[in-house]
């Protein structure tokens, strides 16, 4: 089979890695090399790394729209397209290119959180469940049937975590559902338009966390956040991003009034409406990630003080 993989980010990597295990993949599309990090260095996706070490032919248009990225698609007769996080519409014009269509890697248990974030989304709503699913690409946003879903339950698992596990499924059950594409017998199932979440892309007041929060939903908060849309706060004028921690054990830990700091063995605590979050690891502003006791140490009159969100 002949296909062409579209994609950019880490979650991407593992689905091309088994479509090139299984499959005869004849171009790589992904996104332009981008400013990432303190010093803005112009770095290559993910996907690109990727496929420069698999010696795959790399293709980094701007657009899908045009007709020379058109022709070209055209011109490397694929049976299928597969994407995964790609960041680019697929026009009619590339849809109607591969003879077996356009599948899609998505991370999440559609009809629930079509879009830019569900993983993020599903932490934040509290779900219990979240997952993948192989479905066709049409031109709506993720509105295509699917053939195959696998869940995974979130537990208390952060979004990092959740994308890892979420890469790997999504490729076993790419491979899996490759066979019954390709020889028809794959069963499309409608997606329920009853059902449908939106899924849109997390910004920094999404993440945010303040005192009058439950610690429950302030946890959650935390578990979404990711670099691109950290969680901070400020802790006696400092400014933080709080990197992993928990919801606190009041067995272990008297929970001071929200708003208000304690320090702790370990990390910190944050008062919340009916709770605190201990805080173990986070990065004060400036400086590399730390456990927060040793912040906590080296900074002075943390305990008593007061927390305030930070956007």
Not at 22 to 43: C, E, K, P, Y
Not at 62 to 81: F, G, K, N, Q, W
Not at 136 to 158: F, H, K, M, N, W
Not at 161 to 182: C, K, Q, W
Request: one cysteine or more; aromatic letters at 4%.
């Amino acid at each position: 089979m002949r296909t062409i993989f579209m994609g950019t980010p880490q979650f991407a990597v593992p689905s091309l890695q088994a479509l090139a295990a299984n499959t005869n993949v004849v171009a790589v599309f992904t996104r332009r090399d981008a400013a990432s990090g303190r010093g803005r260095s112009v770095l290559p996706s993910p996907v690109k790394s990727t496929a420069t070490t698999l010696g795959l032919n790399i293709h980094q248009p701007a657009t899908l729209r045009d007709e020379e990225t058109v022709s070209d698609l055209a011109a490397l007769r694929p049976d299928l397209i597969v994407v995964v996080a790609f960041g680019l519409i697929l026009p009619p014009s590339v849809l109607d290119i591969p003879s077996l269509g356009a599948i899609n890697v998505h991370a999440s248990l559609l009809p629930r959180w079509r879009g830019a974030a569900p993983i993020q989304r599903a932490i934040l709503a509290g779900d219990f469940q979240t997952g993948v699913s192989i479905m066709r690409v049409e031109e709506g946003l993720d509105t295509g049937p699917y053939c195959s879903q696998r869940a995974l339950p979130i537990g208390s698992a952060d979004a990092s975590r959740i994308t890892e596990r979420l890469a790997r499924l999504g490729a076993d059950l790419l491979v899996e559902s490759l066979y019954s594409i390709r020889d028809g017998s794959a069963i499309w199932v409608d997606q329920d338009n009853s059902a449908v979440t939106y899924a849109d892309k997390i910004d920094k007041d999404d993440i945010a966390i303040d005192p009058a929060m439950s610690v429950d939903k302030a946890w959650r908060h935390v578990r979404a956040s990711s670099p691109s849309s950290p969680c901070r706060v400020t802790v006696a004028g400092r400014g933080l991003t709080i990197a992993s921690g928990e919801v606190a054990d009041t067995r272990e830990h008297d929970a001071p009034v929200a708003g208000v700091v304690a320090s702790a063995k370990g990390g910190i605590l944050l008062g919340m409406e009916d709770g605190a979050l201990f805080i173990t690891r986070l990065k004060p502003d400036g400086k590399a990630e730390m456990a927060a006791s040793d912040w906590a140490r080296g900074a002075r009159g943390v305990d008593g003080s007061t927390w305030d969100p930070r956007r």
